[in-house]
């Protein structure tokens, strides 16, 4: 029997550290979740996720009613938006999906919760609110923080985060992005549009700089249609707090200074993993600035302790923490061995409109060192694209020497939802020509995955080897076009 109080103990209540309780607590694991604020759900739910596809569908709404008369409505004049209403609109959105983050919900699955900052005694215990827990296994799920960056002056002015870009008292006349990640891009496109005159400010020459640069450059040419304005390659000199407003400084890639005057400075520059107090080093767990160092089995330095979600660094995705907490419940409390596989892990930018990808993209198969080939399909083609007033953007399919689809990337209205069908096929190993004659509801935008693995198959379908054998066995007669209706060839 063992002496410990707990089966389990947990340390942070987000996407990972709830997927591990839910799991082990239904298994009948004695579990602990302990959670450092006042309430479970983690930044998805209060301070990322959540609040930021609220704000994006208000900016949507705002933008489309303003943009009426390209659907051939008359034009609206719309007073300018109050933000207290939008706020509360956000804040109710949350309350009514905490509900599925409760206390209560994950008592009644036997997890006990408490509230409380841990910090590790021994590898087996912690010390909290003043009482010294034991569990045989741990799971650190603390997730992470805005990263702060250096810059001159920061620390003497005031600036928003992600934490408090969702409660602002008024509307931000003007903003400074610090940085052109999915969460900047985002949150540019959401406040430009509903009003805020927005500068985002990046050190390379690429927004979003994980995608690839065609459809990065694409987003940023909608954003900049928009009226957000870039500075790109630029290094930040300093920033400083003048009172009425603040000022960002910086200097361009040919070293010319330049300067922004700005009410609100959103700093957005990547991320910190939530080690600080928890007593990892005096216990030897090994970390790094990225987070918790983790085999794939997601064992930390000492093998009974786990980590997942944000504090590893890895995907830093709701969902990618979801994943790695079924791993951790495998593991721990099923005693499986199962290890993480990120071949096909999705992820999508709710820019407007969106780019989603999954697997690898042209610059992860370049890096690779990867032979390949890219199929693309334009939304332009797609019926549905048009009824719905939506030109922009593209399907890209990478294949890789063998004609394997190595991933997908997509930039398009509701790419996110679309790239769900190429979740199923790249995981269920579907052929390319299952997809492609299987039937697609007309019209819709899903189309788009069928045509482009279509366009795969149509030069091996439609090639010459093929007409001339059809020709051979069945007497095809060939082309029709150019010839009179009884077949006869027409006189120039
Ligand atoms: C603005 C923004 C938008 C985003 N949008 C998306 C999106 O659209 N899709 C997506 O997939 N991802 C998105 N993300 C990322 C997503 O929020 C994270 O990947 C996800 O929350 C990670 O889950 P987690 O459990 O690792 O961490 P969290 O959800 O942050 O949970 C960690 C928990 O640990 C607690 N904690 C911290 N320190 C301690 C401690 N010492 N002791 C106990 N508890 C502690 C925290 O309070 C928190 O509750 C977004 C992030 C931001 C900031």
């Known amino acids: 029997m063992s002496s410990y109080d707990y089966d389990l103990g947990i340390l942070g209540g987000g996407a990972a550290g709830l997927t591990v309780a839910s799991g082990a607590a239904q298994l009948g694991a004695k579990t602990l979740l302990v959670e450092s604020e006042e309430k479970l759900g983690g930044d998805c739910l209060h301070f990322g996720c959540v609040p930021s596809k609220t704000l994006i569908r208000t900016a949507q709404v705002y933008h489309t009613l303003l943009k009426a008369e390209s659907f051939g409505l008359p034009s609206v004049e719309m007073p300018p938006v109050d933000f207290q209403k939008v706020r509360a609109r956000i804040a109710s959105v949350i309350s009514t999906i905490q509900k599925n983050d409760s206390e209560e919900r994950f008592c009644d699955l036997g997890a006990r919760v408490v509230f409380g900052s841990p910090s590790f005694s021994d590898e ?5 609110n003043g009482e010294t827990v034991s569990a045989k296994n741990w799971v650190i799920a603390t997730g992470s923080s805005p990263g702060i960056p250096p810059i001159n002056g920061l620390d003497k002015t005031p600036y928003l985060t992600n934490r408090e870009i969702f409660s602002l008292d008024r ?3 003007s903003m400074a992005i610090l940085g052109a990640g999915p969460i900047a891009i985002e949150m540019a ?10 500068f985002v400010v990046q050190r390379s020459g690429q927004i979003l700089s994980k995608e690839d640069k065609d459809l990065a450059d694409e987003v940023m040419a909608t954003l900049s249609h928009e009226g957000v304005t870039f500075h790109l390659n630029t290094e930040i000199v300093a920033v400083k ?18 300067a922004l005057k700005v009410e609100q400075i959103l700093v957005a520059m990547g991320r910190s993993p939530n080690l600080r107090g928890l007593g990892l080093k005096e216990i030897g ?10 085999d794939d089995r997601l064992r930390a330095t000492h ?5 997942a979600g944000d504090v590893t660094g890895a995907f830093q995705f709701t969902h990618a923490a979801g994943y790695e907490g079924g791993i951790v419940v495998s593991n721990a409390i099923f005693h499986l061995p199962r290890k993480t596989d990120y071949t096909f892990m999705p992820w999508c930018t709710y820019t407007d409109p969106e780019l989603a990808g999954i697997g690898m993209n042209e610059k992860r198969a370049r890096e690779a060192g990867m032979k390949y080939s890219v199929i693309t399909e334009a939304f332009k083609e797609n019926d549905r694209s048009l009824a719905e007033g939506e030109k922009r953007g593209k399907i890209k399919m990478i294949l890789d020497k063998d004609e394997k689809p190595l991933g997908v990337q997509i930039l398009g209205p509701q790419a996110g939802e679309l790239l769900n069908e190429w979740v199923a096929v790249l995981n269920g190993k579907v052929r390319l020509s299952t997809l492609a004659s299987a039937v697609h509801p007309y019209p819709t935008l899903g189309e788009i995955n069928k045509r482009v693995a279509g366009s795969y198959l149509s030069p091996k379908i439609f090639s010459d080897k093929v007409k001339k054998g059809l020709k051979f066995f069945f007497h095809l007669k060939g082309r029709a076009c150019g010839e009179s209706a009884n077949g006869r060839e027409l006189q120039k």
């Not at 767990?285 to 983790?294: D, E, L, P, T």
């Open 303 to 307: 093998k009974h302790m786990y980590a």
């Open 171 to 173: 509307l931000p006349e």
């Open 189 to 198: 496109q959401a406040f430009s549009r509903l009003g805020t005159k927005v």
């Open 241 to 258: 707090d003048s009172g009425n407003f603040r000022e960002v400084r910086f200097k361009n890639e040919a070293g010319e200074n330049n």
């Open 124 to 128: 087996h215990s912690i010390r909290l």
């Open 285 to 294: 767990i090994a970390s790094n600035r990225k987070g918790i160092s983790v």
